[in-house]
């Protein structure tokens, strides 16, 4: 007749228990950490702590030329370009240089006004995205010049085809954000590239 022993059941190691114990804690964590990440997110910067780093005098009393460079991220600088009455967004990184023209579907003429610049990211597989830019302008409103506008510009921006469209103007935040989330892509808006 057999008599169990302790050695027909050895006791696990400390570090066999120790190792079971950390990951019976951290894999729930882990994976609520995955799915309360969201999809997307955004980060700010400013477009009014900027420094003056180019100024040319008016000639015909027509405003001159002024770049003003901005706080960027991901490596982009950001310029405030001011020319004659109009403003428009500049970005460089690297050799790359992004010019923003700031033509729009609702106001003449538009201007850059808002005090941020708003970059909107995808998460992908723990990977940050950047996919638009969301700034407010101003302008005449092309049904009734006598009236000024300010809508939010949505930029797409599509880094891995080098190049970028407008692809709407809006008056709310969350209806910017519901578009730059969206799949739309440049397609058929008449995408400007990268030079």
């Given amino acids: 007749m057999h008599i169990t022993t302790s050695e027909d059941y050895p006791i696990p190691s400390t570090k066999i228990i120790l190792t079971l114990f950390i990951a019976l804690i951290c894999f729930p964590a882990l994976k609520a950490y995955g799915q309360d990440m969201p ?5 700010y910067t400013s477009l009014v702590q900027c420094k003056t780093v180019k100024s040319l005098p008016s000639e015909h ?4 030329y002024t770049e003003t460079l901005c706080p960027g991220l991901d490596g982009y600088k950001v310029y405030v370009i001011s020319e004659h009455i109009y403003t428009s967004l500049a970005f460089k990184k690297g050799k790359d240089k992004i010019n923003i023209f700031t033509e729009g579907a609702k106001v003449n003429v538009p201007i850059v006004s808002g005090s941020q610049l708003e970059w909107r990211y995808k998460n992908q597989n723990g990977n940050k995205k950047l996919i638009a830019w969301i700034y407010r302008v101003a302008g005449e409103d ?3 010049f006598d009236k000024i506008k300010r809508p939010l510009q949505v930029i797409r921006f599509e880094p ?6 407008l ?4 008056d709310t935040n969350e209806e910017a954000q519901k578009i730059a989330d969206s799949d739309k892509g440049c397609g058929g808006l008449a995408p400007f590239g990268l030079y």
């Fill in 39 to 43: 999809k997307f997110e955004s980060k």
């Fill in 167 to 170: 692809l709407a103007e809006t």
């Fill in 160 to 165: 891995e085809n080098r190049k970028w469209c």
């Fill in 61 to 64: 009393n027509d405003g001159g």
């Fill in 142 to 144: 092309l049904k009734n």
